[in-house]
């Protein structure tokens, strides 16, 4: 593999190496939340639907890398990932998880439903490709404000089928709205692989029929995601309309806590995790790359458990919502 010095003709700059370092720790924060998460569940300290990004670190983060202040995120179910790398803060969104009152939604959303308006994040959702209207409508938004914002409206290729999704799409193509569809095509919706779900299975083109432009791209390389992401950015901030980005990526555990995976070999998780983990293919180009050392990795790895550690005492140290809870953020009178 050749280096950052052999491709580029100069050595990588200390900004390139912070960069690459900073995209590395927090796909690991990430990898590293979800593996407490799922200690945790499987304690019984996390209740209900628990659903793991694992796997899939590179699609979110590269994404935001791309973002700026004032943009806006939404996504279904499979949503701790995106949390993070929003940057909410871990002890909140562990303590929503464990339904604790500290959480982000006070405890009464779970791993589902929690929201951040500070940091533009509004939601995790339950219903399959519920949020994408709403991500269309938080796009409207940004273009009716004149704020420069980009929605990032995340879905998955079990929802790419669902009819909202094209109501949607012709929306944001009608009134050319600056929102960047984003397929975390896992491969499986639920225990069907894509093949089985899809008529057509290049996911990135369907929005052709609205005249939204589409790219599939390897959503396990964050150098990439970041890549393709700064350039659709761009696209959708010039007024030009959405766009669908395909991520190929790939999650490890199953569809939920409760999903045994029994649709797909151990050997075919093993090879993905082998050959195209995102996190251990930044790790080489860095080490490689000689942006960074064994110790520092080391080093990044040791301050990214402790938080997750520090997260998941916060939320056992915290109380559970009071029962007057139960009446409260159900009504708001206009």
Same mark, same amino acid.
């Given at each position: 593999?050749?280096?950052?010095?052999?491709?580029?003709?100069?050595?990588?700059?200390?900004?390139?190496?912070?960069?690459?370092?900073?995209?590395?720790?927090?796909?690991?924060?990430?990898?590293?939340?979800?593996?407490?998460?799922?200690?945790?569940?499987? *304690?019984?300290? /996390?209740?209900?639907?628990?659903?793991?990004?694992?796997?899939?670190?590179?699609?979110?983060?590269?994404?935001?890398?791309?973002?700026?202040?004032?943009?806006?995120?939404?996504?279904?179910?499979?949503?701790?990932?995106?949390?993070?790398?929003?940057? *909410?803060?871990?002890?909140?969104? *562990?303590?929503?998880?464990?339904?604790?009152?500290?959480?982000?939604?006070?405890?009464?959303?779970?791993?589902?439903? *929690?929201?951040?308006?500070?940091?533009?994040?509004?939601?995790?959702?339950? /219903?399959?490709?519920?949020?994408?209207?709403?991500?269309?409508?938080?796009?409207?938004?940004?273009?009716?404000?004149?704020?420069?914002?980009?929605?990032?409206?995340?879905?998955?290729?079990?929802?790419?089928?669902?009819?909202?999704?094209?109501?949607?799409?012709?929306?944001?193509?009608?009134?050319?709205?600056?929102?960047?569809?984003?397929?975390?095509?896992?491969?499986?919706?639920?225990?069907?692989?894509?093949?089985?779900?899809?008529?057509?299975?290049?996911?990135?083109?369907?929005?052709?029929?609205?005249?939204?432009?589409?790219?599939?791209?390897?959503?396990?390389?964050?150098?990439?995601?970041?890549?393709?992401?700064?350039?659709?950015?761009?696209?959708?901030?010039?007024?030009?309309?959405?766009?669908?980005?395909?991520?190929?990526?790939?999650?490890?555990?199953?569809?939920?806590?409760?999903?045994?995976?029994?649709?797909?070999?151990?050997?075919?998780?093993?090879?993905?995790?082998?050959?195209?983990?995102?996190?251990?293919?930044?790790?080489?180009?860095?080490?490689?790359?000689?942006?960074?050392?064994?110790?520092?990795?080391?080093? /990044?790895?040791?301050?990214?458990?402790?938080?997750?550690?520090?997260?998941?005492?916060?939320?056992?140290?915290?109380?559970?919502?009071?029962?007057?809870?139960?009446?409260?953020?159900?009504?708001?009178?206009?």
């Amino acid at each position: 593999m050749a280096t950052a010095k052999q491709k580029s003709g100069k050595a990588p700059s200390q900004s390139d190496a912070d960069n690459l370092l900073k995209l590395y720790r927090d796909m690991l924060l990430i990898r590293r939340f979800e593996e407490k998460a799922g200690q945790l569940y499987g *304690m019984g300290l /996390i209740g209900g639907f628990c659903h793991l990004y694992i796997g899939q670190e590179a699609v979110v983060v590269g994404l935001t890398a791309a973002t700026r202040q004032g943009d806006s995120f939404i996504t279904s179910y499979r949503d701790h990932g995106h949390m993070l790398a929003c940057g *909410m803060d871990p002890k909140g969104v *562990m303590a929503e998880l464990t339904g604790r009152s500290t959480g982000y939604s006070k405890g009464k959303g779970g791993s589902m439903h *929690m929201f951040s308006r500070e940091k533009g994040f509004f939601g995790g959702h339950g /219903i399959v490709a519920a949020q994408v209207p709403l991500g269309t409508g938080l796009a409207f938004g940004h273009k009716y404000r004149e704020d420069g914002g980009v929605c990032l409206c995340f879905l998955g290729d079990g929802a790419v089928n669902q009819g909202q999704v094209y109501e949607s799409f012709n929306m944001a193509a009608l009134w050319k709205l600056p929102v960047i569809y984003v397929v975390e095509n896992n491969k499986y919706g639920m225990g069907t692989s894509v093949e089985r779900a899809s008529a057509s299975t290049e996911l990135h083109r369907r929005g052709d029929a609205y005249g939204i432009p589409g790219v599939a791209v390897d959503g396990m390389d964050v150098l990439e995601v970041e890549k393709l992401a700064r350039k659709w950015l761009a696209h959708a901030r010039e007024g030009k309309g959405p766009v669908v980005l395909e991520m190929k990526t790939y999650r490890y555990r199953g569809h939920s806590m409760s999903d045994p995976a029994k649709y797909r070999s151990k050997e075919e998780v093993s090879k993905v995790r082998a050959e195209h983990d995102p996190i251990d293919t930044l790790a080489k180009k860095l080490l490689e790359g000689k942006l960074a050392s064994e110790e520092q990795l080391k080093e /990044i790895d040791r301050q990214v458990k402790e938080i997750c550690t520090d997260a998941a005492e916060f939320s056992q140290s915290s109380p559970e919502p009071d029962l007057g809870e139960l009446y409260t953020d159900v009504l708001v009178e206009a």
